[in-house]
């Protein structure tokens, strides 16, 4: 059994994610807490395996809360958090100190009914995933001291696609990467409103701009476009040109947007002249279409086993075929450029590529 603690100010919302998450036969809710200082006993008595954690609670707020349990008492936290713009900020901040995952509080935008199994999905994972004192954050990395002539290289894309524990993990890979990079595509599961929000910190962050994307965007050096939530993107080509656009469409791989068809779209838009990293997350989203990018003539990377949070998109793009090449995560920014100069040093290709 998964055991959990539901840490909330509000005894409606305990008592409905009790009852929801109880539902399931492998998880039981061990406890629930009011506010941190009662949920720091609780946690030390109980052992759980994964708590729920709201961020505004009397006494202590849970990002404070949330650093002290990351320092003396590492163990796995679903932000459950209103989805309003501070909300967002907040719930950003929360992944940056070590939560692994973030839900939509109910009575926002999101029903109960809606979130229960989400929530419930995002536990178990939770509860598989790995925490290290390298995964917690770290100041920004220094630019690299000498990067490749990226401007020497045409119409390059490089594709980026995460889930669970992805957050960190996109902010340690852009900001490794300078404000020459060729012009980088992103998906990374998050709830709606999330991916603005998280797109403005890693713009404050990176060499690069990086932004939501809108459909007609161009995909050029120096910027990088994030997929919104709720919403599928893909790549489009007119003549040697890339944009993207954003389409509705049903769920894949239950998630929307969905790598595989941000990877798919690449692989027939930009074919050998793209590039497609894979990123710790739970389930198999994102290696198809990796796999098709490969078979297309891109090249493939993905974090390696040791460094992921859940090592379960990266292990099935490996199983099947899909990954040139593995790093870890702290390797990865390097491994992008290694690989990126040497297409600046073969023909250019865009010519080549069918639309």
Not at 31 to 48: E, G, H, N
Not at 90 to 96: Q, S, V
Not at 139 to 144: F, L, M, V
Not at 176 to 193: F, N, R, Y
Request: proline content about 7%.
């Amino acid at each position: 059994m998964i055991k959990v603690i539901v840490v909330d100010d509000s005894a409606v919302v305990r008592q409905v994610l009790s009852g929801e998450i109880s539902k399931a036969k492998d998880i039981e809710v061990v406890a629930t807490a009011a506010d941190p200082f009662i949920a720091r006993d609780k946690i030390v008595a109980l052992r759980p395996d994964v708590i729920t954690l709201d961020l505004e609670m009397p006494r202590m707020d849970g990002l404070t809360f949330l650093a002290k349990l990351m320092k003396y008492y590492p163990l796995p936290v679903i932000v459950v958090s209103s989805l309003t713009p501070r909300g967002s900020e907040t719930a950003l901040r929360a992944l940056e100190i070590g939560a692994v995952e973030v839900v939509g509080k109910p009575g926002t935008s999101y029903a109960v009914g809606d979130i229960s199994a989400e929530l419930i999905e995002k536990i178990r994972v939770a509860s598989t995933a790995r925490l290290r004192a390298d995964s917690l954050p770290s100041s920004r990395p220094a630019a690299p001291a000498s990067p490749p002539p990226l401007l020497k290289m045409t119409h390059k894309v490089l594709a980026i696609g995460a889930s669970t524990g992805g957050t960190e993990a996109i902010r340690t890979v852009l900001t490794g990467l300078p404000a020459t990079s060729p012009g980088i595509v992103i998906v990374q599961h998050m709830p709606e409103h999330f991916t603005a929000s998280f797109a403005a910190r890693l713009n404050d962050l990176c060499a690069m701009d990086v932004r939501e994307a809108r459909t007609g965007d161009l995909v050029s050096p120096g910027l990088a476009l994030l997929a919104p939530g709720n919403r599928h993107m893909v790549l489009r080509r007119s003549g040697t040109q890339f944009s993207v656009e954003l389409k509705d469409g049903p769920s894949v791989h239950y998630q929307r947007p969905s790598v595989d068809v941000l990877f798919h779209s690449v692989a027939r838009q930009a074919g050998p002249n793209a590039l497609g990293v894979i990123l710790t997350g739970m389930g198999a989203d994102g290696a198809s279409g990796l796999l098709a990018m490969r078979q297309a003539g891109a090249r493939t990377l993905a974090e390696d086993e040791k460094s992921c949070v859940v090592f379960g998109m990266p292990k099935e793009a490996i199983r099947l075929g899909a990954v040139e090449q593995t790093a870890p995560l702290g390797q990865m920014a390097g491994r992008i450029l290694t690989t990126l100069s040497e297409y600046a040093r073969l023909p250019a290709v865009a010519s080549s590529t069918r639309t």
